[in-house]
């Protein structure tokens, strides 16, 4: 049974962790089938976003534990090149040249934490949790925390890794880990809303915007705005510029 379910229309990638029956754990292959659902996304000129959610109740209940201890015994080589595929799916997710927006339901704990704030926009619904757990079965939430204290900063990122405490969404808005809280009952709605309203903007503008954005991350601030002064130029040079420029002024005009 495929872990990930697919499916692309009207500009709008759909990557769907599909093992409900598992709380969608991460295993060796879901994580590989999810990279190449990126990859696919990302190869496929006709996509504007990419939408990441569940089946089932829950998101992500973080890494398969089953198949971690079924490989406990193994060679650091081989628990290596298991945290490296993971690691690579997060880099993939930021630098895909669209936007993608994470649908939580349910609970998003450990890596299912990690990989809804590896998306470019958490939408979470309501009745969502989140939390960083691994210290509770003697683990460490390695392959999150570079992302964690971005959302968060400093402080919070360790009191959030070393207590495994869970989080309601709400605290998680407040905290930094989500964009926004969606009631229940139009959960569905909403996200179709914001998913639609990104499809609808520029490409190039969503491009330029994403790669700037992350790519400040380790500048300082005389380089940051080097690089904006890049992504400006670049950005005057797109037809989207040109003609929404030319609409303004036309507006202008006829005011």
């Known amino acids: 049974m495929s872990r990930v379910r697919t499916a692309t229309a009207g500009g709008i990638a759909r ?31 006709s996509v504007r ?20 201890a079924a490989m406990v015994d193994a060679g650091a080589e081989v628990h290596r090149k298991d945290a490296e595929l993971l690691g690579q799916l997060f ?36 009745d969502a ?23 968060v900063g400093e402080k919070r990122a360790f009191e959030l890794v ?9 605290e998680a808005l407040e905290l930094g880990l989500v964009s926004r809280v969606i009631p229940g009952a139009s959960f569905d709605a909403d996200v179709e809303r914001c998913v639609a309203d990104l499809a609808e903007r520029s490409p190039d ?22 690089l904006g002064v890049q992504a400006n130029v670049e950005a005057r040079g797109t037809a989207a510029f040109r003609d929404g420029v030319a609409k303004f002024s036309r507006g202008k005009r006829d005011a």
């Open 205 to 226: 503008a969503l491009r330029i915007t994403k790669r700037l954005f992350y790519a400040l991350d380790a500048q300082t601030f005389d380089a940051g705005v080097a």
């Open 15 to 45: 990557i769907t962790l599909a093992r409900a029956e598992k709380k969608n754990a991460l295993d060796q292959q879901m994580v590989a089938a999810l990279l190449a659902a990126v990859r696919a996304a990302a190869a496929d000129e």
């Open 129 to 151: 949790s989140f939390g960083f757990p691994e210290v509770n079965v003697g683990f460490v939430p390695a392959m999150v925390m570079t992302m964690l204290r971005r959302c």
């Open 49 to 68: 976003v990419v939408v990441l959610s569940a089946d089932g109740p829950d998101f992500c209940a973080g890494a398969d534990l089953k198949a971690l």
């Open 162 to 170: 070393a207590s495994g405490r869970r989080l309601a969404a709400g």
């Open 91 to 126: 880099l993939t997710l930021r630098s895909l040249p669209r936007p993608v927006v994470a649908a939580v339901r349910g609970r998003a704990l450990a890596g299912g934490t990690g990989l809804a704030i590896a998306c470019d926009v958490v939408l979470a619904h309501e």
